[in-house]
């Protein structure tokens, strides 16, 4: 099947509706353009994130239904809750964002991963402009998992999560959700729902509540300390 898609601009960040996005594959919007900090912050507050393979073009989403965490309504397993007081990984933010990035990268084999060498690059130089954020797990001195993404206002756009030993993705997500509701967070995406993200408790809305969500969200502003390099400690 032949799909006829918009490519991008070089010279602008304009991108398509996300109504238009196709229904099949599930959100693909358009191709083309680049990773610049411009584009990609326009992007997402578009509710429009990248996504795509080695070897392919530049390709933009925006799904539905999309899939997302309700800070306020989250809450962790009791097992997980166990595994933690028996364990006490320490959980930080903004500590190690590029070596998170990395390993999130490194956790999947080349030819199934979409964090390419360039996007990779791409979301480094997005950190060092304060607009990506990661939460690491560490077993001492050593980073065992966390979780990536991109603030848009009061909304966290999660880009990736990975463990490299049990629950270290899920003990972030369950730091990073009290620490972000707390300092006046509203909505967390995560773009596509998978059986894991099913399983921490995430729910999917269609594209146009989520849009409505994020329009309404993106512009408000969040606790000055929200992402200034820290501990994350429960409450």
């Known amino acids: 099947m032949t799909l ?47 996504w795509y393979s080695y070897g392919e073009p ?11 965490f309700i800070p306020e309504t989250f809450k962790p397993a009791k097992s997980l809750v166990k595994f933690q007081r028996k364990h006490g990984y320490t959980v930080t933010l903004n500590h190690a964002t590029e070596q998170l990035i990395a390993l999130c990268a490194s956790s999947r084999p080349i030819e199934e991963t979409w964090i390419t060498d360039e996007m990779i690059q791409a979301y480094q130089v997005l950190a060092q402009a304060g607009h990506c954020h990661s939460v690491e797990v560490w077993d001492q001195q050593q980073l065992i998992g966390g979780l990536y993404g991109v603030s848009v206002g009061q909304v ?18 369950w730091h990073f959700c009290q620490h972000f509701l707390q300092q006046g967070g509203k909505l967390i995406d995560c773009q596509i729902m998978n059986p894991h993200l099913a399983s921490l408790g995430a729910i999917e809305i269609p594209r146009t509540e989520f849009q409505d969500y994020l329009l309404s969200n993106r512009d408000l502003t969040m606790s000055d300390t929200c992402y200034a390099a820290q501990s994350l400690q429960l409450s």
């Open 4 to 50: 006829y898609l918009p490519e991008l601009n070089n010279n602008d960040t304009h991108f398509p509706d996300p109504s238009l996005a196709l229904t099949e594959p599930n959100g693909l919007l358009a191709l083309g353009g680049d990773l610049s900090v411009k584009r990609l912050c326009s992007a997402y507050r578009q509710g429009i994130f990248p």
């Open 58 to 68: 530049i390709l933009w989403w925006s799904p539905s239904p999309r899939a997302v």
């Open 156 to 173: 966290f756009c999660g880009e990736s999560m990975v463990s490299t030993k049990p629950n270290a993705s899920k003990i972030a997500l």
